[in-house]
């Protein structure tokens, strides 16, 4: 059993019994092919740039298992075909693949965990200088300047 991955992205202009139906009529075409592992419901997303005139769209992810992938053309047949769908991929999982989706799904990746945030020990316990923003080592813009003779007598004014 070879396993596969197909997204697809339907038109967000449609009713959302009109988006259901279309979902559930390419996941019924998947079962037909083989067996279905997973089915995730995205939502409605922002697209990268305009697909159709459409700046949003309502994704679906279908991880299914089947024996070849004979069905697969017929598939993207009829996706190709069908109004209600902005954009698919299909793409055939390698182990590696298979391995990210069931860890995905486990909750060990993309999963935000929160850091506690340690308590900072008091000035005199740390070792070494303070932390901080330290400008000894930034020149200041009077050192720019061209340094001024002691000697130097001001110019007298000609007056004519």
């Known amino acids: 059993m070879r396993n596969y991955e197909v997204t697809f992205i339907v038109d967000p202009t449609l009713s959302s019994d009109e988006i259901k139906s279309a979902a559930k009529k390419y996941v019924d075409t998947i079962k037909g092919a083989g067996k279905i592992v997973h089915i995730d419901e995205l939502g409605l997303r922002q697209l990268a740039y305009p697909i159709k005139r459409r700046n949003t769209g309502i994704y679906y992810c279908v991880e299914f298992e089947a024996a070849n992938g004979e069905s697969i053309p017929d598939l993207e047949l009829a996706m190709t075909r069908d109004d209600a769908i902005l954009r698919f991929l299909s793409v055939r999982l390698d182990k590696h693949g298979v391995k990210y989706n069931e860890d995905k799904r486990a909750g060990k990746i993309g999963k935000i965990v929160k850091k506690k945030k340690k308590e900072e020990e008091p000035q005199h ?19 720019n300047a061209p340094a001024k003779k002691a000697d130097a007598k001001p110019k007298e004014e000609v007056k004519a």
């Open 125 to 143: 316990k740390r070792k070494g200088k303070p932390r901080g923003n330290n400008n000894n080592n930034k020149r200041k813009s009077s050192d």
